[in-house]
């Protein structure tokens, strides 16, 4: 899932299209999950940066999102 998150962020899809992909790789966005929270809120808000959001879920004390 990170692997896919990464790839959305890069391509800097919408979130209909970031839901998309991640469907057809047989995962969602879960609002339940702090994680997915954060990234679902940076791409509806078109902020791409993956510094910024890796900033976020690292206070969070969560894993980076991959920046390779």
Do not use: P, Q
Request: avoid cysteine; glycine fraction near 2%; charge should be neutral.
């Amino acid at each position: 899932k990170i692997s896919i998150l990464s790839l959305i962020i890069g391509m800097k899809l919408s979130e209909v299209d970031a839901k998309k992909l991640l469907a057809s790789n047989g995962y969602f966005i879960n609002k339940a999950n702090i994680f997915d929270l954060i990234v679902l809120f940076f791409i509806e808000r078109k902020e791409y940066d993956i510094y910024k959001i890796n900033n976020v879920l690292f206070s969070y004390d969560f894993n980076y999102i991959s920046d390779n």
